[in-house]
């Protein structure tokens, strides 16, 4: 069955550590592979994408994560973290091409990311 | 990016009664999706609503419970019909943009059920 793990239910990070939220997938096929961010009381926020091409892709507010085909994995890094970075985060997949037809956005059961200062 | 308003922003209302979610698109879209979210959760797919054919829904929704309209490429509704506390959740309107391979998330409506 197609999913999609987040094994963290929380990580916590000192102000100016560089954060990891770990996803890996189970799929069939080429999958592609998102974040998204929810603050309080907002809704989701795209933070990056990857689709095809460069394994390291950079998103919004210096996030950037690194497709690994082999490990299945899609983890999300930050070299410094922030305060203002503590959120809810959730990794999601879509397993057809995004053209016409149906596709289903799986998402991840979401990892709480807490920065101390 | 698609700029997306949901209306109400959060509700309280009481049980067997029903409310009707709207989402509004600043752009025309072809496919709409509206989520669940429960408390402490993660979000779960009810259905997709494209315009011009009948919503499409997950397995364990059904259009009794949660009937959608789409009557245009800018507009869609979701109704939660007959609620219970069960249905206290928060509920996402989503649009997807394939140009860009991206799908972009409302505000969200925050429902308490008594």
């Known amino acids: 069955a197609q999913s999609v793990a987040q094994p963290e239910d929380q990580v916590n990070v000192a102000e100016g550590n560089p954060l990891t939220v770990k996803c890996t997938y189970s799929?069939?096929?080429?999958?592609?592979l998102f974040w998204y961010v929810q603050y309080p009381n907002r809704g989701l926020q795209f933070l990056l994408k990857?689709?095809?091409?460069?394994?390291l892709v950079k998103g919004s507010y210096g996030f950037e994560a690194e497709f690994n085909k082999s490990q299945t994995s899609f983890h999300l890094k930050k070299p410094s973290a922030l305060v203002s970075d503590s959120a809810l985060y959730f990794c999601?997949?879509?397993?057809?091409?995004?053209?016409?037809?149906?596709?289903?956005?799986?998402f991840g059961a979401g990892t709480r990311l807490a920065v101390h200062p | 990016s698609a700029v997306i308003s949901q209306k109400p922003s959060r509700d309280i209302c009481q049980r067997g009664t029903s409310l009707t979610i709207q989402c509004q698109v600043d752009?025309?879209?072809?496919?709409m999706f509206w989520y669940r979210q429960q408390p402490g959760q993660s979000l779960t797919l009810i259905a997709t609503?494209?315009?011009?054919?009948?919503?499409?829904?997950e397995s364990g929704f059904v259009i009794d419970k949660f009937p959608i309209s789409r009557p245009n490429l800018t507009f869609s509704t979701l109704t939660v019909s007959n609620m219970s506390p069960e249905d206290s959740s928060i509920y996402l309107c989503?649009?997807?943009?394939?140009?860009?391979?991206?799908?972009?998330f409302g505000p969200g409506t925050r429902l308490t059920v008594l």
């Open positions: 799929v069939s096929g080429n999958p592609y």
């Open positions: 609503a494209n315009q011009g054919s009948e919503a499409t829904y």
């Open positions: 990857y689709i095809t091409g460069d394994n």
């Open positions: 989503s649009v997807g943009v394939p140009l860009y391979n991206e799908q972009f």
């Open positions: 999601a997949v879509r397993f057809r091409p995004f053209s016409g037809g149906y596709n289903k956005l799986i």
């Open positions: 752009s025309q879209v072809t496919m």
